[in-house]
T-cell receptor, first 113, second 118 residues
Framework: GNSVTQMEGPVTLSEEAFLTINCTYT??????LFWYVQYPGEGLQLLLK?????DKGSNKGFEATYRKETTSFHLEKGSVQVSDSAVYFC????????????FGTGTLLAVQP | GAVVSQHPSWVICKSGTSVKIECRSL??????MFWYRQFPKQSLMLMAT?????????EQGVEKDKFLINHASLTLSTLTVTSAHPEDSSFYIC??????????????FGPGTRLTVL
């Protein structure tokens, strides 16, 4: 079946450190891939997305590239800030335009000053 | 972006009682709303999809008689957990999207409701 696997947290980094959160997926066909972020006390927000192989999604300094050969969509940021502390969810949509999101378990990122 | 609210943010109830959770789209019309459940350290699991004015579509394994969903207007959907038991304790999250089916439109998420059944 379709699934998303992302690295377990928490990930603790110092400010300005480089961030990678790994995400791999299993899907039939060609899913669209997403990263969502959930700040404390708030709902999930779409951070970035990629809809086909080799696409790179980017937003707020975060990037992720849709790698079909490795079925991955790793999230990266060159220099994290304290304000980036949140839970990050990798997700995919399968089955055409059904809009059914399948989420990974989420990774808590804690950035220390 | 668009705002989705949930009420209450947390609720504690006794076993056997029913609990209603509201999900509202505050500044857009939500043709479709989704209800998710999240266990600690686990993924969000889609429970059901509801379209305004029609019956909800439940995912496999979700009891429709236990989790009643009503999407009576374009800005409000409710989830009622009937005869709640401790195993129903969880974090319930709704999302809403506008637009039409057949194309991807962004889902906007509520902040979630923590249900604890004693």
């Amino acid at each position: 079946g379709n699934s998303v696997t992302q690295m377990e947290g928490p990930v603790t980094l110092s400010e300005e450190a480089f961030l990678t959160i790994n995400c791999t997926y299993t899907a039939t066909g060609y899913p669209s891939l997403f990263w969502y972020v959930q700040y404390p006390g708030e709902g999930l927000q779409l951070l970035l997305k990629a809809t086909k192989a080799d696409d790179k999604g980017s937003n707020k300094g975060f990037e992720a590239t849709y790698r079909k050969e490795t079925t991955s969509f790793h999230l990266e940021k060159g220099s994290v800030q304290v304000s980036d502390s949140a839970v990050y969810f990798c997700a995919l949509i399968y089955g055409g335009a059904t809009n059914k999101l399948i989420f990974g378990t989420g990774t808590l990122l804690a950035v220390q000053p | 972006g668009a705002v989705v609210s949930q009420h209450p943010s947390w609720v504690i109830c006794k076993s056997g009682t029913s609990v209603k959770i509201e999900c509202r789209s505050l500044d857009f019309q939500a043709t479709t709303m989704f209800w998710y459940r999240q266990f600690p350290k686990q993924s969000l699991m889609l429970m059901a999809t509801s379209n305004e004015g029609s019956k909800a579509t439940y995912e496999q394994g979700v009891e429709k008689d236990k989790f009643l969903i009503n999407h009576a207007s374009l800005t409000l959907s409710t989830l009622t957990v009937t005869s709640a038991h401790p195993e129903d304790s969880s974090f319930y999250i709704c999302s809403a999207r506008g637009g039409t089916s057949g194309s991807y439109n962004e889902q906007f998420f509520g902040p979630g409701t923590r249900l604890t059944v004693l």
